[in-house]
């Protein structure tokens, strides 16, 4: 029988690399937990379970698992690849991305890092993982064992894109171009014309000459320019070539590079900024803008809240308690969240979490330490506050459109003003120092909670914000644009003006203005859902102290490490610090 099974594996191994040349299948033994014994090629992982690689653990039977975990997965390679690995310098291994840092090791030899792990824990949850296995490290007509050691600091973990793979190195593998701006962003700021730097490298032994093509498209995917530069690099040689791009318009760019030669072609890409500071979009309020929102939080106002807290015994700690808070808010909608307080008598300074779009807030969530009290609030219709509204998703957005008094939002903006009520009517907490934060609907909650509830609150931490700039968001975004094309499609006597209409109410490019705290701002330059370009149509609108931080790799996720900023700029605010 195990003659068979290792017959059927060395039979998978050769088929793959006749097909496909990928050595590798998307299953891979996984075990949580940590143990430097698990990198040792003759390690048994017999008893271990399988899992997919390109799908989080958590979809795999390990929800809410944060903390180590190993993937190890044992591949033959044949001799008969020999002559061509040992050409092309070695085999190429690639894993996509992790989530968030990860160290790999070929038969027991560690050959690639990622981030880095506790206590010294860097998040690299962005970055793709690719590195060349040199042929003095393989052994041929026999099984190698990789192991991949991964730390995942909260959210989804492990392995999550679906490029994973084993293949003989080529010459493009050799191949690196990248953006080479000043400011590791790649925002770049000050008066035209512009040039962009590219950074190409060779790192094989052989001369490449070749040309560099680049296409640059603004945010809104209309072409701005293109170029061509000839090239010659011997090997092991690198050169950075800047390329003329002009006077361009302040926002974002997205630019798509590749190197053609007769040996090897190599395309990569990415996206900058422009003097995003000066992207105009200017507010687009109704005359009765103000009233609109005067008027909802009279409504509010005039609801009792009926707070009431329910200690959850299983949650608490000798140092924090947490507690079920339960409330009314617009048009009487019961709504809940989690609370946690310190343990310690005493005055503090409180944060609102706000949520994303469809997510379920719960207490882990929620900031952890011992210097401030913390509230995760579930908006109507989302996680446990769906009793009196239940939209559905899809569905959310759309809820209501028809009618500005009664548009999703307004209620939901509602929603986290009562949450600040609630956090006034504690006397724990140091109603001086409230801060709130979230991200991508978070973010716009965010920004709304801030410009509603002005007084109160005292510093804003938006990340990726939502709901912001409708008429160039849905040019530059397919979602939630679909959403309401399909609706408009549906509704004709509605039309697009009646839809712009009722989303300037809760655009909160139009109650930026209003915000009065300092701002921290987070955003992604590869973001396709909420692109950084409707960020900076609500960011430019503020008249308050603010900053941003932009992350060159990241989509709309944003690596850990801002976890760590975020609260230390609350902090800062809060004196703490």
């Not at 005039?302 to 339960?326: G, H, N, Y």
């Amino acid at each position: 029988m195990r003659k068979t099974y290792i017959f059927l594996l060395i039979f998978t191994a050769v088929f793959l690399q006749c097909n496909s040349q990928n050595l590798l299948t998307p299953e891979w033994k996984f075990q949580t937990g940590d143990s430097l014994q698990w990198a040792d090629a003759a390690y048994n992982d017999g008893h271990w379970k399988e899992i997919t690689a390109g799908i989080p653990w958590e979809r795999q039977g390990y929800g809410g698992y944060d903390g180590f975990a190993w993937y190890r997965k044992s591949v033959f390679i044949p001799s008969s690849l020999k002559k061509q690995v040992i050409g092309g310098g070695g085999l190429v291994l690639t894993l996509g991305r992790i989530d968030d840092a990860d160290y790999t090791y070929w038969n027991g030899e560690l050959v690639a890092t990622s981030g880095d792990l506790p206590p010294a824990y860097v998040s690299a949850y962005d970055k793709e993982r690719k590195c060349i296995i040199p042929p003095e490290k393989i052994r041929w007509n026999a099984f190698n064992v990789i192991a991949v050691r991964v730390y995942d600091g909260g959210g989804e973990g492990g392995m999550y894109t679906k490029n994973v793979e084993l293949k003989p190195a080529g010459v493009e593998d050799f191949l690196v171009i990248s953006p080479a701006f000043s400011r590791q962003d790649r925002i770049v700021t000050g008066k035209g014309p512009f040039t962009i730097p590219l950074a190409v490298s060779n790192t094989s032994g052989r001369k490449i000459d070749g040309i560099v093509n680049i296409k640059v498209k603004t945010d809104f995917g209309e072409p701005v320019f293109s170029a061509s530069e000839k090239v010659s690099l011997p090997g092991k040689q690198k050169r950075t070539i800047s390329i003329a791009a002009g006077d361009l318009a302040p926002g974002f760019y997205s630019a798509e590079v590749s190197l053609v030669s007769s040996v090897a072609n190599k395309q990569e890409g990415f996206n900058f900024g422009i003097n995003p500071e000066n992207i105009v979009s200017p507010v687009d309020r109704r005359p009765d803008f103000d009233e609109y929102w005067r008027r909802a939080k009279k409504e509010l106002a005039a609801v009792e809240p009926q707070f009431r807290m329910i200690r959850l015994d299983s949650l608490c700690t000798p140092k924090r308690e947490w507690f079920l808070v339960e409330m009314r808010s617009l048009g009487n909608v019961l709504i809940r969240g989690w609370y946690g307080r310190p343990v310690r008598p005493g005055k503090y300074p409180a944060i609102l979490h706000v949520q994303g779009y469809s997510s379920y807030m719960i207490p882990q969530w929620a900031y952890q330490g011992d210097d401030m009290v913390s509230f995760a609030l579930n908006i109507r219709g989302h996680g446990n506050s769906k009793d009196n509204v239940n939209p559905g998703f899809p569905g959310y957005l759309l809820f209501q459109l028809h009618d500005k008094e009664n548009y999703i939002y307004r209620g939901a903006y509602m929603d986290c003003i009562r949450a600040v009520d609630f956090l006034c009517s504690r006397p724990e907490v140091d109603t001086a120092r409230i801060a709130v934060e979230g991200g991508s609907q978070g973010g716009a909650l965010t920004f709304a909670t801030a410009a509603l509830d002005n007084q109160r609150i005292k510093v804003a931490v938006p990340q990726v914000p939502f709901l912001s700039d409708f008429r160039d968001y849905f040019r530059c975004a397919t979602w939630p644009a679909n959403e309401f094309e399909a609706y408009v499609r549906q509704h004709p006597e509605m039309g697009w003006d009646k839809v712009f209409e009722t989303l300037s109410y809760i655009d909160i490019k139009n109650l930026a203005p209003w915000v009065r705290c300092p701002v921290l701002m987070a955003v992604g330059l590869m973001d396709n859902v909420c692109p950084p370009h409707i960020n900076f149509a609500a960011y430019n609108q503020l008249n308050v102290p603010k900053e941003y931080i932009a992350y060159p790799e990241s989509g709309h996720g944003l690596p850990s490490e801002f976890q760590e900023r975020k609260i230390s700029f609350i902090r800062k605010v809060f004196g703490l610090e």
